[in-house]
Structures are given as C-alpha cells and as structure tokens.
C-alpha cells in the first residue's frame, strides 16, 4: 500500500502539478463556439459558460504555464507547456482563479476581458470577434 501511496506521490511531481485550478478541456463550450462561428451571431460569453466570475484571460496556443500563471496572478494547475489547438480560458473572480478550460479549436483572440465580454461571429472560418467594456 505504502509503494502506491509514494509513486501517486512521485506521478503527481512529476506531472508538474503544484496547485491551482486544474486545467480541462471543455467540450460543450469548444462545441457552442464552433456552431456561433460557422452560423454567425452574436452571445454573451457568460451566457455560454455559467459561473461566478468577473475577468477571462484567453491565451492561444502554445502557451507555457510561466506566461499563464504570470498573466492572471494566480497558480493554474496543467502542463508546462500548452500545445494542443486551442485556446486557454482562466475565469477570475477577485484575482482569484475560478476556473481554467481550454477549447479546440483556436477560435478566440486572446487577451483579458471583463464579465461583459461579447463573441460576435460573422459566420464561416474567421476567428470569433471579442470585445469588452472593462
């Protein structure tokens, strides 16, 4: 028992794991935002996600969890490096981490939004516009 206990341990080092919210891909989110870009239209990102927060960090890929971690403030629990394609999304609320997601494709422009952030799509293959007050 004692040997399992100890390489959970080591795996879990070994990963890179050292706090902060755990980073997941978000099927549902990546799924609505493919359907907004290709129909076009408009929606709140709140409105799509749910959730207490009132800041988004969005990264594209690749992305280093250094850069991730130094651009919210916070511990983000996920690999060194993000290779995958994709967008990372940390949701803060009072400069604390609430969650942390990442959708596939890439279909954001990255930067730091308030909790008013718009997606607005023009239909077809082009990134999803972003835009927020705060």
Not at 17 to 44: F, H, I, M, P, Y
Not at 111 to 131: F, H, N, P, R
Request: proline share 2%; charged share 25%; net charge negative.
């Amino acid at each position: 028992m004692a040997f399992f206990v100890a390489l959970a341990g080591f795996l879990t080092a070994a990963c890179g794991t050292d706090g902060g919210e755990k980073l997941t891909k978000d099927e549902n989110l990546s799924k609505q935002l493919a359907d907004l870009r290709q129909k076009g239209g408009s929606v709140l990102l709140r409105d799509l996600t749910g959730g207490d927060w009132d800041k988004v960090y969005i990264s594209p890929e690749p992305a280093s969890r250094d850069l991730v971690e130094k651009e919210v403030g916070a511990k983000v629990d996920m690999e060194d490096v993000f290779i995958q394609r994709g967008n990372i999304l940390v949701f803060m609320k009072d400069g604390a981490v609430q969650r942390a997601t990442f959708i596939t494709p890439n279909l954001l422009r990255d930067g730091t939004y308030g909790a008013d952030v718009k997606l607005e799509a023009a239909g077809g293959t082009a990134l999803i516009k972003v835009s927020s007050s705060n």
